[in-house]
Structure formats: C-alpha cells, structure tokens
T-cell receptor, first 115, second 112 residues
Framework: DAGVIQSPRHEVTEMGQEVTLRCKPI?????LFWYRQTMMRGLELLIY????????DSGMPEDRFSAKMPNASFSTLKIQPSEPRDSAVYFC?????????????FGDGTRLSIL | GESVGLHLPTLSVQEGDNSIINCAYS??????FIWYKQESGKGPQFIID?????DKRQGQRVTVLLNKTVKHLSLQIAATQPGDSAVYFC???????????FGTGTSLTVIP
C-alpha cells in the first residue's frame, strides 16, 4: 500500500526564494497534517485539514507560510519569501476518522535548507 | 499549549536486553496515546497505541503501559535488536482540537 508521499525529498535554495512542498495523503484519509521538525523545537504542528478544510493554522509561523488542500489527494505548503531560519525537515501526515482518534501516518519528509 | 516530556533523552542498551522508554504527559483529558519510532532520514512510524480505558497493550516485542494516575506512559521493547535503534516519540491527543502533541523524543542506541 502506498503511504504518504512527499516531494521533493530535499530542497536547497537561497533566501528570498519561494519554496513549495507537496504532499499526497493516503487514499481514503480525510485529515492531513503539516509538521516541522528541528533539533531545537522538535516536532511542531503547523496546520491541519479535515475534509480539505483548514481547521487549525495556529502553528503557522507567520504570513510567509501558507498551505492549501485543493482536493482530497493533494496539499501544498508554501513559504514565500524563504529565510534561513525556515531550514528544517517538513513532514506531512494523514489519518482517517476524527483527528486525534486514530493514528497519523507520516511521509518521509522534505529536508529544506535555505542558504 | 500541551507539554509532553520524556524523562531520558538518550538510552543505550545491549542487544538482547529489554528496553524501557518513559514519557510523562500533561493533559489528564487525553484519551488516546501513540508511540512512534523515527529512524534517521525517515518520518515517524507508528508502533503501538493505547486508549485511556486500558492500562496495558501488547504488540510484537513491544508493550505499552499507561498510568493515568500519574500521567505516565512507557514503551517496553523485549529482546532489543540493532534495528530498534531510533528516536522514539510518545504522543497524546489532548484537548482542545484533538490534534496530537508529541514529546521531545528519546534516542535509543542498541549496542551489538
């Protein structure tokens, strides 16, 4: 079975550039989550969607970050303009049922480096 | 926000020994808990879960114990193998929002 698919796996770009991270959740899952992982702050929830609708975006650092879920099989996380402090591993996860009631399944992440 | 902490940030065990990884959670309203394993370069992988109406659940070589009185969760790995070397996270669902809150992680190293 296909798991959560993220692309690209690695991204290196210069500060000021736009970065777009992509996620394909597991088919049939109705909740999608974007996380950021750093050594200093661990795993942080940025935003999550339920049935393609953003439910909680309180973890989004600032207006430079935006996320969309145009349909049940695709989501993007965009950073514009990017800054060096955005360097981290970004994970996408999906789950079925009500959020918090069943396990989330994670992709293998996008390692983002902003120079 | 929620606070999920681990007592031991690092743990080294001999191959074949049993491992115990501990986690303290903060929200007494949490009713669902998960242990994840994260290997280098990969995303967190589901290991085992437990709901608050249970105090013990067993899987293959793994057991999760839940003590709601002291808000403590533990993961026991029997006959630890080199492939068990990874970072282990606990997560609670907390409230509000029914999102998951993750601990800081414990790094387990298995010595051959």
């Amino acid at each position: 079975d296909a798991g959560v698919i993220q692309s690209p796996r690695h991204e290196v770009t210069e500060m000021g550039q736009e970065v777009t991270l992509r996620c394909k959740p597991i088919s049939g899952h109705n909740s999608l989550f974007w996380y950021r992982q750093t050594m200093m702050r661990g795993l942080e929830l940025l935003i999550y969607f339920n049935n393609n609708v953003p439910i909680d975006d309180s973890g989004m650092p600032e207006d430079r970050f935006s996320a969309k879920m145009p349909n049940a099989s695709f989501s993007t996380l965009k950073i514009q303009p990017s800054e060096p402090r955005d360097s981290a591993v970004y994970f996408c996860a999906s789950s079925s049922g009500q959020p918090g009631k069943l396990p989330q399944h994670f992709g293998d992440g996008t390692r983002l480096s902003i120079l | 926000g929620e606070s999920v902490g681990l007592h031991l940030p690092t743990l080294s065990v001999q191959e074949g020994d049993n491992s115990i990884i501990n986690c303290a959670y903060s929200n007494s309203a949490s009713d669902y808990f998960i242990w994840y394993k994260q290997e280098s370069g990969k995303g967190p992988q589901f290991i085992i879960d437990i709901r608050s109406n249970m105090d013990k659940r067993q899987g293959q070589r793994v057991t999760v114990l839940l003590n709601k009185t002291v808000k403590h969760l533990s993961l026991q790995i029997a006959a630890t193998q080199p492939g068990d070397s990874a970072v282990y996270f606990c997560a609670e669902n907390g409230s509000p929002g029914n999102q998951f809150y993750f601990g800081t992680g414990t790094s387990l190293t298995v010595i051959p």
